[in-house]
């Protein structure tokens, strides 16, 4: 991990190369940040030293094995290795390496800005935090990046050629390095047991925010992202389009319309129904009032109707009403451009779903847009509702409506 | 070996055979072993996996492991008559009935009384078909015709973002299997190519240590659920998570057989643990095992009142819960032979080579003394550690 500690040095530096690791030195260290950070202490125990010359300073492998230049340990003062110790476990926690694996080929072999942009996640949280850390550290006001971001985020902001070459080891960019055990080395902690560790460690925060109140704010969302992840609404939206389109295409009956292809087999003595699968028929429904943006809409609009090209209902089988209680007209449209928002209050889903299922022919599943502030039907409807509630903090509607928060901005 | 095939063919399935020919290396793979360890504790598994990424070979592997045969049905290309039996209409209809004949497969493995059946793509399979089949791995009835005991069946699915006609597990059905995840290693696959495939050492059921192994299982999983009843039942409150594996009771039923086979199969960790949270969740599973490292440490009356004759845990983390453990055991009841017997407890620390660990114990420990004991010889290897980190004086 040279981020902190600036460029490598040449092996013949300045005073004689350390005939052994200062464990004594390093494990006050790691003390001190346990001391200091007591809701990592369980995952900075967790990590095995490992003394290497080949490493420039420290790095992490993802087994949990912290590698440790004999050198480094005698350069830096306790107070700053104490600070490396949290910025090497931190690469761990927050699984950068399970993370870097999901960049594209092309960022995965630059694996250099991929360590400096995780250098930069990390440390602006150790800095605000008040832990000292070695000279040449990476921050992200040194590539005129704000504070607080995601490594993938600041990916695209980091220079080509870095002025210096941080290498925190396989367990934060992922690529293997050749000082590294590897998988069947002593020791080291499996990817379940990791996250293990990660989920303890995050409750330890939480424990720690309620009793003495003070967390870094980076430390605090990822605690809460673990252990409340929050789902992308598209993923959300799909799912429940997905789910609804195949409990209602479940109908599948037997036909005697079109005998079995087995019926020969059995020497035509007995007729086998074959099977047929009737398609669902959905119907959108879109408040064009309320504070819905064009956005959101459209994102929304676009991932429902690409769940329903996917599952096969298309066509005639899908009518997208367009909702405005005002004058209570309901129109059909066939292209997300020719939905005008209105503005402006007064919505009434109740009367969009009525008309909804007042088409000739009936769906079985109806999708509402809208953002929530809205009567509903005083009763469940004899169809799947799909609600995707867009804008701040939407009011609940009923609960035999399923809900997909869409938030703005989306 | 020429058998009358034309020579240009021969020589094309010579080459072929060649090709054939690798080379295998022992190597662990978690997945693996999870799927043997559920298919061991006869546990319905689900299988979700990308197509092509080596599903039906871990199979193989698996059956050859076992010792029993594989049988492979491809889900997609039946109906549904092929898994409730075809009739067969004899010359009298009216007085002998129809006979509901099984497939050749089900017969085969009913003969044989063993077997690993593989249901494969069973996401792009019509709802109906898939009704059909789930009747075959929940109830393992075919037809008319009972699969024996011996049977294990595993089925294979392509996750719902992955399959083109986006196949949703209901929850009543998700909630009865154990979902495993099948990824590929680009690393592995690379030297497959080259010609060298791994083979892992399948763990199996020790019979001497059944007995303990249940009432070990029972136990954890029963302490566990007392210590978190929040977590007996919790469904999730999307879609897709709903498809997945959640906590009930009718999983936490399959979590307790899973520990009990693992434990007397004595599989590795990291198999468990994914076995556990392919039964409950991921969330559910993490914490259980969480709960299972901490009640592996020793009983620390029991290291107190002999501190001379017990191991030390390996990982650094459960070193510091042991130790708090024990501070906190002296603490409840500080007389001099335990206050001791702490000391003697952190030496073992000292020489394991990680005095940080106890420092913190240590100083607790220092702080519990009484005036007229004497000061332990044991402090003195924390002294440095604690002036080097600056929280006593005199240090660097």
Request: aromatic residues 4%.
């Amino acid at each position: 991990m040279d981020g902190p500690a600036g460029p490598p040095r040449p092996a013949a530096g300045p005073g004689p190369e350390p005939t052994r690791l200062d464990r004594a030195k390093l494990l006050a260290a790691r003390y001190r940040a346990a001391e200091a950070r007591p809701y990592l202490a369980s995952a900075l125990y967790a990590l095995a030293v490992v003394p290497s010359r080949a490493v420039p300073t420290m790095g992490v492998d993802r087994h949990w094995r912290a590698y440790v230049s004999p050198r480094f340990v005698d350069d830096t003062p306790v107070a700053e290795l104490a600070g490396v110790w949290v910025h090497e476990v931190a690469h761990l926690l927050r699984d950068h390496h399970g993370r870097a694996a999901r960049l594209s080929a092309a960022d995965q072999r630059d694996h250099v800005r991929v360590n400096i942009a995780q250098d930069c996640e990390i440390n602006d949280d150790l800095l605000a935090d008040g832990l000292p850390l070695p000279e040449g550290r990476m921050e992200p006001r040194l590539f005129g990046l704000p504070a607080g971001g995601l490594f993938e985020a600041y990916l695209p902001g980091i220079p080509p050629t870095p002025r210096h070459h941080p290498d925190c080891g396989s367990g934060a960019h992922g690529v293997p390095v050749p000082w590294e055990l590897g998988a069947d080395g002593p020791g080291g902690v499996g990817r379940m047991e990791a996250g293990a560790l990660r989920r303890q460690t995050a409750q330890a925060m939480r424990a720690h925010r309620r009793s003495r109140g003070h967390l870094p704010a980076g430390w605090q969302r990822w605690a809460d992202e673990l252990l409340e992840p929050a789902v992308d609404w598209r993923r959300a939206l799909s799912g429940a389009v997905r789910e609804a389109a195949a409990w209602a295409g479940g109908a599948v009956d037997y036909t005697y319309r079109r005998p079995s292809r087995r019926t020969p087999a059995l020497g035509g003595r007995v007729v086998l129904p074959s099977l047929r699968r009737p398609l669902p028929r959905v119907a959108v429904v879109i408040d064009t009032s309320g504070s819905m943006g064009e956005a959101e809409l459209a994102a929304a609009l676009a991932e429902v109707t690409g769940v329903l090209r996917e599952v096969g209902v298309r066509g005639n089988r899908v009518a997208v009403l367009a909702c405005d209680a005002d004058v209570h007209t309901v129109t059909r449209v066939t292209r997300a451009e020719q939905v005008v928002l209105e503005g402006g209050g007064g919505t009434d889903m109740a009367v969009g779903i009525r008309a909804a299922l007042g088409l000739p022919d009936r769906p079985d599943i109806v999708v509402v847009l809208t953002d929530g502030y809205t009567p509903w039907p005083p009763e469940p409807v004899s169809c799947r509702v799909v609600a995707a509630l867009v804008g701040e903090t939407p009011p609940d509607p009923p609960g035999w409506v399923e809900t997909v928060r869409v938030p703005p901005g989306a | 070996m020429n058998d009358g095939r034309p020579s240009a063919l021969a020589a094309a399935d010579a080459l072929g055979a060649r090709l054939r020919a690798t080379r295998t290396e022992p190597a662990a793979n978690p997945q693996l072993e999870a799927l043997a360890l559920a298919v061991t504790a006869d546990q319905p598994v689900l299988l979700w996996g990308e197509p092509g990424i080596g599903k039906s070979a871990g199979m193989q592997q698996l059956a050859d492991a076992l010792g029993t045969g594989l049988e492979t049905v491809i889900a997609s290309v039946h109906e549904p008559s092929d898994f409730a039996g075809l009739p067969i209409v004899g010359d009298d209809p009216a007085t002998t009935g129809v006979p509901m004949a099984p497939p050749d497969w089900a017969v085969r493995l009913a003969r044989t009384g063993h077997g690993l059946l593989f249901l494969d793509e069973l996401s792009s399979a019509p709802p109906a078909v898939q009704a059909a089949l789930l009747r075959v791995v929940l109830e393992r009835r075919v037809g008319s015709l009972v699969l024996p005991e011996g049977v294990r069946v595993v089925a294979a699915a392509n996750p719902p973002a992955g399959a083109a006609d986006g196949w949703h597990l209901s929850p009543p059905l998700a909630n009865r299997f154990v979902h495993l995840d099948w990824t590929h290693d680009p690393r592995t696959v690379a030297r497959g190519m080259a010609g060298t495939w791994p083979v892992t050492a399948l763990p199996a059921v020790d019979p001497a240590r059944t007995p303990g192994a249940v009432a070990r299982a029972r136990g954890a999983v029963s302490g566990f659920l007392t210590a978190r009843p929040g977590l007996v039942h919790h469904m999730p409150n999307e879609a897709e998570a709903r498809g997945r594996a959640w906590p009930s009771p009718r999983t936490w039923e399959m979590a307790l057989r899973l520990l009990a086979t693992g434990y007397a199969a004595g599989s590795s960790g990291e198999a468990l643990a994914a076995a556990l949270a392919g039964a409950v969740g991921e969330g559910a599973g993490l914490e259980l095992i969480a709960y299972l490292e901490n009640l592996d440490l020793p009983d620390p009356d029991r290291v107190l009142a002999d501190p001379d004759a017990f191991a030390l845990p390996d990982r650094g983390d459960r070193q510091l819960a042991f130790l708090i453990a024990v501070v906190a055991a002296v603490q409840a009841e500080p007389t001099r032979p335990r206050w001791e017997a702490g000391w003697a407890v952190l030496a073992k620390a000292v020489d394991a080579g990680v005095p940080d660990v106890a420092a913190r114990a240590a100083a607790d420990l220092a702080a519990m003394r009484d005036l007229d004991w004497p000061v332990p010889s044991g402090i003195d290897a924390f002294v440095e550690l604690l002036q080097l980190s600056g929280a006593l004086p005199g240090g660097g």
